[in-house]
C-alpha cells in the first residue's frame, strides 16, 4: 500500500520545460520586475516527437519516476530569442518507468490519477504558460542562460514558478531545458504529506518532486 500511495508527478505535470539545469522551487509570488507586456514573436510549434517530459518523487522508503506527453505547445521567438511560450501536458499519459510487474505499475498510476493526487478525470491537463524570461549573466556554454517565469497550473490551481533553463534557438529550431522542483501541497495534493499528517511516519510521500523538461519547437 505505501508503495502505491507514491506521487509519481508532473507532471506538467508542469509542466514546461529532462530539463537538465539547476532544480528551482515554486515561488508564492512574483516582483514587478518579472511581470512582461505580452511576448511577441513568431510562433514556433512544438515537436512532440522530439519532446519529453519526465518526473521523479520521493518518499521516506523510497523513489519513483516515469514521464508524461506533451500534448502540444510553442515558443515564441523574436530576433533569435525565446520571448514566450505555452504548453499543454496530457495527465491521462503518465506512466512509471521503474516498476516492471503490470499489476503494482497498474495500481500506482491508477492511484496517481485518482483524486489523492491528480484527479485525472476531471483535469485531463496540465499547463505552462511563460510570463517573462531574463538573461543568466555570464552563463557557460550548455549551462542554464535563462531564468524563466511562468504560470503552471495543476488540478485547476494556477501557481507562479522560476527556474533556471538552458535555451537555444538555430536555424530555425528552439530548445529548451530544465528542472524544476514542485512542491505538490500548492496544488492540493496533500495525501501522504507531513506537513498535513503529524503522525504518518515512514508512510510519509515528500511534498517536493522534479519534473524535467527537454522540449524542441520548430519553424
Given at each position: ?73 510553442q515558443l515564441l521567438v523574436a530576433k533569435n ?34 483524486d489523492d493526487f491528480f484527479s485525472v478525470e ?16 555570464k552563463a557557460a556554454a550548455g549551462q542554464p ?75
Amino acid at each position: 500500500m505505501k508503495k502505491t500511495a507514491i506521487l509519481a508527478s508532473l507532471a506538467a505535470a508542469f509542466m514546461f520545460s529532462a530539463f537538465t539545469g539547476n532544480t528551482s522551487t515554486i515561488s508564492t509570488s512574483t516582483t514587478a520586475t518579472e511581470v512582461a507586456t505580452p511576448a511577441k514573436g513568431k510562433a514556433f510549434k512544438l515537436d512532440v516527437t522530439k519532446s519529453e517530459v519526465k518526473w521523479h518523487a520521493k518518499k521516506v522508503t523510497g523513489e519513483h519516476m516515469g514521464t508524461i506527453n506533451v500534448a502540444n505547445g510553442q515558443l515564441l521567438v523574436a530576433k533569435n530569442k525565446v520571448t514566450g511560450g505555452t504548453f499543454t501536458i496530457d495527465m491521462n499519459s503518465i506512466a512509471c518507468t521503474d516498476i516492471k510487474d503490470a499489476e503494482y505499475n497498474g495500481k500506482l498510476i491508477g492511484h496517481l490519477k485518482s483524486d489523492d493526487f491528480f484527479s485525472v478525470e476531471k483535469h485531463p491537463t496540465a499547463t505552462f504558460k511563460i510570463t517573462s524570461l531574463k538573461p543568466i549573466a555570464k552563463a557557460a556554454a550548455g549551462q542554464p542562460n535563462t531564468t524563466v517565469t511562468g504560470d503552471l497550473t495543476i488540478k485547476g490551481i494556477t501557481k507562479p514558478v522560476t527556474f533556471p533553463a538552458t535555451i537555444t534557438v538555430k536555424g530555425g529550431v528552439a530548445t529548451a531545458k530544465a528542472d524544476v522542483t514542485v512542491d505538490r501541497t500548492k496544488y492540493d495534493i496533500r495525501y501522504a504529506s507531513k506537513s498535513f499528517f503529524d503522525t504518518i511516519g515512514d508512510k510519509a510521500i515528500y511534498d517536493d518532486f522534479k519534473v524535467s523538461f527537454n522540449v524542441t519547437a520548430k519553424q
